[in-house]
């Protein structure tokens, strides 16, 4: 029979329980009451007539009952006595005697009418077994059944990934449900897909994690995607309840399509797979900056597909309740000394510090959990870091680490996550080119220093902690303190020039920007020097030889560095790299055409080799039926190869073709994915004046396209009831509560007082 560990509760959340439990047991609404600093928060009713019934919740994680009795009495019975309610009832996590009960009713008489109304931690497991609906309410109180703890944090068969294993009771212990959470539970259950986005610390992955964590309790599967979205395709096992989680699936600094993250095209069919395929779910993760500037720059991420799987989370969704029981969560559960934990129960120290400007989960958890080790006042820790967020990671970088451990974070920040073999040989480059001794014994100390502390090892794999790490060491590199021609010089690998030139173009990066500006030939030696890395290292089918070249003559005219575009020179003079996807090498000869550094005839001629490769493979498609996949090719010809009336003819003809097709379908065979096909083909029908051919084909795929429209409307106004459209009105809501949450957050910390229940 399942059970309950209600220790896993904080003091508030085992009051909202019992709040919602006893209000159906005593069949009345109780409020949670909170009332002056010797009063405690009662659950309390008052009926028509005036007569009132108190329930007084004790929560003690340690406690036994002599102890609870003994404090009962000295405690709360004054108070009782004062208040005089027509009804007391006890609620505790202690378990009780029949001879504990006796003894408590007789103490509390005549407010305590029988041992009926005393209940301890067996009788609430007991109540609570009964009410199913009830527990699944209280997301914490559900984490913590017997049943629910050995699915998602102690067996291996439902969790793949020794990362989430180690990350997920973790955060489980901290975890506060918020409207955010909420919200995207209900978009995932209605989408089965569901883009988590929002501010750096915010909490993604953790709501993202809790929501594996809800869908393993009910039998799924958890499948970390680590590196691209074709993971899933490799996971994939039919029949089996799965959800796959990408946390961070477009990178944690900028868009990192670059670097095998390709999140268009085969990003959308996975997430079409999912949505029409029961037992499958999909969770990713991502800045809210980031998502808005991947929509500009990639029109399929802005498909109504991806759009109505956002459920976005702002840091108005993190009220002055939610920030209280956050702050509360993570110095209960931290290892700072006990001494230190109660300092947060005085309001002067914990007010400041819930309602902070910048007040940030994340933040606030490695404050604390580097505090443990360093800090000797953990309030006035928080508060400075939360006054300056670089503040955290600026004192340990510039003034704590050796050398030799911040040169190995220089170098993995332009990894971001690395073997330590390739660590090493990029951090032994970089050492050297620095006239600093560069043996294995050193690189060995440095990583020593770092684990644990901001590098994580796994699997043979070196990781920043957290990415608010690679954030500080982005402003490390822009205030100067780098020698970025000695760090280009390290570079082995291809990733590395992109993640450089990324940090260059945000708008924090005006002096990394400039600093590489004045190093243009080592710049080129970089791009040069690690032109083998790239079909390698990155994806071949997103990123290839051609794109990479793309990318290094746009980073050529960010920097106007010559050196780099004459390397694009060389290497397009005479070739037309076939390996690459007819895509790329289009957008390159687009580039190479419009771009300053390159000559127009060497434009031209490189422009009219891929025209001729592309023509070539339209003509490939039509004669296998694909009018769809030659249109998509065809429109990457230049305007002087689209002037061709053959081809045009060619295509009009499979259009036709596809046309017959799709009005042969029947209802039961088509699905979303059909309408931009659809669409797409009677534009161009129309276009090319030639609906009138097949007018009743035409009439018919013209009513598909205006039934899947409908569809699709239907569900942006589902979703759109789902996700609010703004936050003022909960806001405004907040702001009207405001004396009562201030009430209510100040009993809660209050419970930092009682580190130790016993008397």
Same mark, same amino acid.
């Given at each position: 029979?399942?059970?309950?560990?209600?220790?896993?509760?904080?003091?508030?959340?085992?009051? @909202?329980?019992?709040?919602?439990?006893?209000?159906?047991?005593?069949?009345?609404?109780?409020?949670?009451?909170?009332?002056?600093?010797?009063?405690?928060?009662?659950?309390?009713?008052?009926?028509?007539?005036?007569?009132?019934?108190?329930?007084?919740?004790?929560?003690?994680?340690?406690?036994?009952?002599?102890?609870?009795?003994?404090?009962?009495?000295?405690?709360?019975?004054?108070?009782?006595?004062?208040?005089?309610?027509?009804?007391?009832?006890?609620?505790?996590?202690?378990?009780?005697?029949?001879?504990?009960?006796?003894?408590?009713?007789?103490?509390?008489?005549?407010?305590?009418?029988?041992?009926?109304?005393?209940?301890?931690?067996?009788?609430?497991?007991?109540?609570?077994?009964?009410?199913?609906?009830?527990?699944?309410?209280?997301?914490?109180?559900?984490?913590?059944?017997?049943?629910?703890? *050995?699915?998602?944090?102690?067996?291996?068969?439902?969790?793949?990934?020794?990362?989430?294993?180690?990350?997920?009771?973790?955060?489980?212990?901290?975890?506060?449900?918020?409207?955010?959470?909420?919200? /995207?539970?209900?978009?995932?259950?209605?989408?089965?897909?569901?883009?988590?986005?929002?501010?750096?610390?915010?909490?993604?992955?953790?709501? /993202?994690?809790?929501?594996?964590?809800?869908?393993?309790?009910?039998?799924?599967?958890?499948?970390?995607?680590?590196?691209?979205?074709?993971?899933?395709? #490799?996971?994939?096992?039919?029949?089996?309840?799965?959800?796959?989680?990408?946390? =961070?699936?477009?990178?944690?600094?900028?868009?990192?399509?670059?670097?095998?993250?390709?999140?268009?095209?085969?990003?959308?069919?996975?997430?079409?797979?999912?949505?029409?395929?029961?037992?499958?779910?999909?969770?990713?993760?991502?800045?809210?900056?980031?998502?808005?500037?991947?929509?500009?720059?990639?029109?399929?991420?802005?498909?109504? =597909?991806?759009?109505? /799987?956002?459920?976005?989370?702002?840091?108005?969704?993190?009220?002055?309740?939610?920030?209280?029981?956050?702050?509360? &969560?993570?110095?209960?559960?931290?290892?700072?000394?006990?001494?230190?934990?109660?300092?947060?129960? =005085?309001?002067?120290?914990?007010?400041?510090?819930?309602?902070?400007?910048?007040?940030?989960?994340?933040?606030?958890?490695?404050?604390?959990?580097?505090?443990?080790?360093?800090?000797?006042?953990?309030?006035?820790?928080?508060?400075? &870091? @939360?006054?300056?967020?670089?503040?955290?990671?600026?004192?340990?970088?510039?003034?704590?680490?050796?050398?030799?451990?911040?040169?190995?974070?220089?170098?993995?920040?332009?990894?971001?996550?690395?073997?330590?073999?390739?660590?090493?040989?990029?951090?032994?480059?970089?050492?050297?080119?620095?006239?600093?001794?560069?043996?294995?014994?050193?690189?060995?100390?440095?990583?020593?220093?770092?684990?644990?502390?901001?590098?994580?090892?796994?699997?043979?794999?070196? #990781?920043?902690?957290?990415?608010?790490?690679?954030?500080? @060491?982005?402003?490390?590199? &822009?205030?100067?303190?780098?020698?970025?021609?000695?760090?280009?010089?390290?570079?082995?690998?291809?990733?590395?020039?992109?993640?450089?030139?990324?940090?260059?173009? @945000?708008?924090?990066?005006?002096?990394?920007?400039?600093?590489?500006?004045?190093?243009?030939?080592?710049?080129? =030696?970089?791009?040069?020097?690690?032109?083998?890395?790239?079909?390698?290292?990155?994806?071949?089918?997103?990123?290839?030889?051609?794109?990479?070249?793309?990318?290094?003559?746009?980073?050529?005219?960010?920097?106007?560095?010559?050196?780099?575009?004459?390397?694009?020179?060389?290497?397009?003079?005479?070739?037309?790299?076939?390996?690459?996807?007819?895509?790329?090498?289009?957008?390159?000869?687009?580039?190479?055409?419009?771009?300053?550094?390159?000559?127009?005839?060497?434009?031209?001629?490189?422009?009219?080799?891929?025209?001729?490769?592309?023509?070539?493979?339209? *003509?490939?498609?039509?004669?296998?039926?694909?009018?769809? &996949?030659?249109?998509?090719?065809?429109?990457?010809?230049?305007?002087?190869?689209?002037?061709?009336?053959?081809?045009?003819?060619?295509?009009?003809?499979?259009?036709?073709?596809?046309?017959?097709?799709?009005?042969?379908?029947?209802?039961?065979?088509?699905?979303?994915?059909?309408?931009?096909?659809?669409?797409?083909?009677?534009?161009?029908?129309?276009?090319?004046?030639?609906?009138?051919?097949?007018?009743?084909?035409?009439?018919?795929?013209?009513?598909?396209?205006?039934?899947?429209?409908?569809?699709?409307?239907?569900?942006?106004?589902?979703?759109?009831?789902?996700?609010?459209?703004?936050?003022?009105?909960?806001?405004?809501?907040?702001?009207?509560? #405001?004396?009562?949450?201030?009430?209510?957050?100040?009993?809660?910390?209050?419970?930092?007082?009682?580190?130790?229940?016993?008397?």
């Amino acid at each position: 029979m399942d059970s309950f560990d209600l220790g896993r509760l904080t003091d508030h959340d085992f009051e @909202l329980v019992c709040r919602d439990l006893f209000g159906e047991l005593l069949g009345v609404p109780l409020e949670l009451f909170p009332r002056g600093r010797d009063q405690g928060i009662d659950l309390r009713h008052t009926d028509a007539a005036g007569a009132s019934t108190v329930v007084q919740c004790k929560h003690w994680q340690r406690g036994d009952q002599n102890g609870l009795i003994r404090r009962l009495v000295r405690e709360e019975l004054p108070k009782v006595a004062r208040l005089k309610p027509d009804r007391y009832v006890i609620a505790t996590t202690v378990g009780l005697t029949v001879d504990g009960k006796e003894r408590l009713r007789d103490a509390f008489a005549p407010f305590i009418r029988s041992t009926g109304d005393i209940h301890g931690v067996d009788e609430i497991v007991a109540e609570l077994r009964n009410r199913p609906a009830l527990v699944r309410r209280h997301f914490r109180l559900w984490l913590s059944s017997t049943t629910v703890l *050995q699915t998602v944090l102690h067996q291996e068969r439902h969790l793949r990934s020794s990362w989430l294993r180690r990350r997920l009771p973790r955060v489980a212990e901290t975890f506060v449900p918020h409207e955010g959470f909420e919200r /995207a539970k209900q978009v995932l259950d209605e989408q089965r897909v569901c883009v988590v986005a929002g501010i750096p610390g915010v909490g993604k992955t953790t709501v /993202a994690l809790m929501l594996s964590a809800w869908l393993m309790g009910n039998g799924y599967e958890l499948h970390e995607v680590s590196q691209d979205i074709d993971e899933v395709g #490799a996971l994939w096992l039919d029949g089996i309840p799965q959800v796959f989680l990408y946390d =961070d699936f477009l990178g944690q600094t900028t868009l990192e399509s670059p670097l095998n993250k390709n999140e268009d095209s085969r990003l959308l069919a996975v997430v079409r797979e999912i949505r029409e395929t029961p037992g499958k779910a999909l969770i990713m993760t991502t800045r809210d900056y980031i998502l808005e500037h991947a929509r500009l720059r990639h029109d399929r991420l802005a498909a109504a =597909d991806v759009t109505e /799987a956002a459920s976005v989370i702002h840091l108005t969704d993190l009220g002055l309740r939610i920030r209280g029981q956050i702050l509360y &969560n993570h110095v209960h559960n931290s290892a700072v000394p006990p001494a230190q934990k109660r300092c947060f129960a =005085d309001r002067a120290v914990w007010q400041p510090v819930v309602t902070h400007r910048n007040f940030n989960p994340r933040l606030i958890e490695e404050t604390l959990r580097l505090a443990a080790r360093r800090e000797q006042d953990v309030p006035a820790a928080v508060l400075a &870091n @939360l006054d300056d967020p670089q503040r955290i990671w600026e004192r340990i970088v510039e003034h704590e680490l050796t050398d030799e451990a911040v040169h190995l974070l220089e170098v993995l920040l332009t990894l971001q996550t690395a073997t330590l073999s390739e660590l090493e040989e990029s951090w032994s480059w970089y050492r050297r080119e620095l006239d600093r001794d560069a043996d294995g014994r050193l690189f060995r100390r440095a990583l020593q220093v770092l684990e644990g502390t901001m590098v994580t090892l796994d699997g043979g794999k070196a #990781a920043f902690h957290n990415p608010s790490i690679a954030d500080y @060491l982005r402003l490390h590199l &822009n205030a100067g303190r780098t020698r970025i021609p000695a760090l280009l010089a390290a570079f082995v690998d291809a990733r590395q020039l992109y993640r450089i030139i990324e940090a260059a173009r @945000l708008p924090d990066g005006g002096a990394i920007r400039e600093q590489l500006r004045a190093a243009p030939e080592s710049l080129a =030696d970089a791009v040069r020097s690690t032109l083998d890395t790239v079909e390698v290292s990155l994806s071949a089918e997103d990123y290839g030889l051609a794109a990479h070249l793309q990318w290094a003559l746009e980073a050529a005219e960010l920097l106007d560095a010559g050196p780099v575009a004459a390397i694009v020179l060389e290497q397009t003079r005479d070739r037309v790299y076939w390996t690459s996807p007819d895509e790329h090498l289009a957008a390159l000869a687009e580039a190479m055409r419009y771009s300053p550094l390159i000559p127009r005839e060497h434009a031209e001629r490189f422009g009219a080799m891929v025209d001729e490769r592309i023509r070539d493979a339209v *003509q490939d498609c039509l004669a296998a039926g694909g009018w769809g &996949n030659a249109m998509d090719l065809a429109e990457r010809l230049s305007a002087n190869a689209l002037d061709d009336p053959a081809l045009e003819e060619s295509l009009l003809e499979a259009a036709l073709d596809e046309l017959r097709e799709l009005a042969g379908l029947t209802e039961d065979r088509l699905t979303d994915g059909h309408l931009d096909v659809i669409e797409e083909l009677l534009g161009f029908l129309v276009d090319h004046e030639a609906e009138g051919d097949l007018p009743e084909e035409f009439e018919r795929v013209t009513a598909m396209a205006r039934r899947l429209a409908d569809a699709r409307r239907e569900r942006r106004v589902r979703s759109a009831a789902v996700i609010p459209p703004g936050s003022r009105q909960v806001l405004s809501q907040r702001e009207r509560d #405001a004396t009562r949450d201030h009430a209510v957050v100040a009993e809660l910390m209050r419970g930092l007082d009682r580190t130790d229940p016993a008397d």
